[in-house]
């Protein structure tokens, strides 16, 4: 069975910083593209970041230069590093495994809300 576990999320103000984490279990990670997406209330989920088995990155324009993603072969985990925050950050982070269309997993969410 497959799991993606997100941890990491809470309440930050405007500049502050969190670490996202997403352990995998039921998977090799590293033969997985691995990303982060949100949702914010109201709003259609969106990429934040990706990496690929190779180590590539991809980001959504929003969080470039601010955000990082990585990953921990051994410990099956992808992290997603978000610094200076913003009000607009504010949102549930969902990871997701992707191999194929079919192959193709997400967690529970984590929450984080940036206040002002």
């Known amino acids: 069975q497959v799991q993606l576990v997100e941890s990491g999320g809470g309440l930050v103000q405007a500049g502050g910083s969190l670490r996202l984490s997403c352990a995998a279990?039921?998977?090799t990670s590293v033969m997985y593209s691995m990303g982060w997406y949100r949702q914010a209330p109201g709003k259609?989920?969106?990429l934040v970041a990706r990496i690929f088995g190779?180590?590539?990155?991809?980001?959504g324009d929003s969080v470039k230069g601010r955000f990082?993603?990585?990953r921990d072969n051994a410990k099956n985990t992808v992290y997603l590093q978000m610094n200076s925050l913003k009000p607009e950050d504010t949102a549930v982070y969902y990871c997701n495994?992707?191999?194929?269309?079919?192959d193709n997993f997400w967690g529970q969410g984590t929450q984080?809300?940036?206040?002002?």
């Open 25 to 27: 279990s039921g998977i």
């Open 44 to 46: 259609q989920r969106e």
């Open 54 to 59: 190779g180590g590539g990155t991809k980001y």
């Open 68 to 70: 990082t993603i990585s």
């Open 97 to 102: 495994a992707e191999r194929s269309v079919v």
């Open 112 to 116: 984080v809300t940036v206040s002002s």
